[in-house]
């Protein structure tokens, strides 16, 4: 697995909080036709975005977003097939346009993996169409990590248990996401001031 990616200037990424589902649903909203297409495997209406959104922070669901200047540009969605302590997961991702081919995807899909491992999830699933070269080209980055089944991708978290080390490694970028965050928000309110 890749370590650490680097991300576009003036990116960060950290886990969402369960009261950012109206950011996450404005996100998937500026999506682009194609790209929200691509997102959900099909046409889909603003309400179902917005029902998606508000149902998307479920209890064991791993949500990371990548934020420019406090705006939500890009999101990865990991949770649990089944049952709390089941071992399958499914992961989903979207980056708006002009963020997309800079690496985001990449890094999501890097921290989605970790957050996959430590939670014990073996087996996860990424569905995506038959044509969508970006995220099986994404997904073929990972291939020590992935392997892949005609349009979807199932990937085999290898490997598939958590150590201290990975631990640590999730905690390591929680908490730098949190400081950046705090940094960020005090930034923005220095300007309005
Ligand atoms: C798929 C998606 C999440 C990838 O995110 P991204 O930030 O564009 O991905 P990256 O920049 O990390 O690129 C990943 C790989 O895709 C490939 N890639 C990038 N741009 C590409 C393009 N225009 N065409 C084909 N492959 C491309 C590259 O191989 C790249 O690897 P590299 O950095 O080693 O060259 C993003 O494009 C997206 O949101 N698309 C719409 C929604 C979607 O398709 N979601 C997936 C289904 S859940």
Redesign the pocket.
């Known amino acids: 697995m890749p370590e650490f990616l680097p991300l576009p200037d003036g990116g960060a990424i950290r886990k969402l909080w369960v009261g950012e589902r109206d950011a996450y649903r404005d996100h998937l909203l500026r ?1 682009d036709q194609e ?1 929200r297409y ?2 959900f ?1 099909g046409a889909v209406s603003a309400e179902f975005i917005a029902r998606h959104a508000a149902s998307a922070f479920e209890p064991g669901a791993v949500l990371h977003g990548f934020f420019v200047d406090g705006t939500l540009r ?1 999101v990865a969605e990991l949770r649990r097939l089944g049952p709390i302590f089941a071992r399958e997961g499914e992961a ?4 708006e346009q002009p ?10 899909l890097e921290r989605t993996l970790l957050s996959a491992r430590n939670r014990g999830i073996k087996t996860l699933h ?3 169409l038959a044509e ?4 099986q ?2 997904a073929r ?1 990972f291939e020590a990590d992935l392997h892949f089944d005609f349009g979807s991708v199932v990937g085999e978290v290898d490997p598939p248990r958590y150590t201290a080390l990975s631990l640590m490694r999730e905690a390591v970028v929680d908490a730098h996401g949190v400081a950046a965050a705090m940094l960020e928000a005090q930034s923005r309110l220095l300007r309005v001031a």
Request: charged letters at 15%; proline letters at 0%; hydrophobic letters at 35%.
């Open positions: 999506l790209s691509r997102r495997s890009g989903a991702f979207s980056v963020w997309q081919s800079q690496g985001v995807g990449s890094v999501l990424m569905h995506c969508n070269r970006r995220m080209q994404l980055k």
